[in-house]
Nanobody
Framework: QVQLVESGGGLVQAGGSPRLSCALS????????MGWFLQAPGKEREFVAA????????NYADSVKGRFTISRDNAKNTVYLQMNGLKPEDTAVYYC????????????WGQGTQVTVSS
């Protein structure tokens, strides 16, 4: 059974650059492509970024392109989301997700980590 645990959230000042981490356990990490999603208060969950199994291909939501970077370390079973230039509207719960292919829906989800950006 795949388990995902996020960390790295918290209260951040506008313009800050936190890094979120998500550790996968229970299965071989390199067999899964990974993604980050966010859910802002009162809104539906939305896509942020994804990375393929080897780490060679990434894609981003337009809202974060140029500010956020997704990466992975297959030796550490961890995916990261480097967030730069945070804005108050980036405030949300950020979720890590995994899927066994480089496409399709994400099957496994973490519990989420809150990121609150103060102005």
């Amino acid at each position: 059974q795949v388990q995902l645990v996020e960390s790295g959230g918290g209260l951040v000042q506008a313009g800050g650059s936190p890094r979120l981490s998500c550790a996968l356990s229970g299965r071989t990490f390199s067999s899964y492509s990974m993604g980050w999603f966010l859910q802002a208060p009162g809104k539906e969950r939305e896509f942020v970024a994804a990375i393929n199994r080897s780490g060679g291909i990434t894609n981003y939501a337009d809202s974060v392109k140029g500010r956020f970077t997704i990466s992975r370390d297959n030796a550490k079973n961890t995916v990261y989301l480097q967030m730069n230039g945070l804005k108050p509207e980036d405030t949300a719960v950020y979720y890590c997700a995994a899927r066994p292919y480089n496409w399709g829906k994400f099957d496994y989800w973490g519990q989420g980590t809150q990121v609150t950006v103060s102005s």
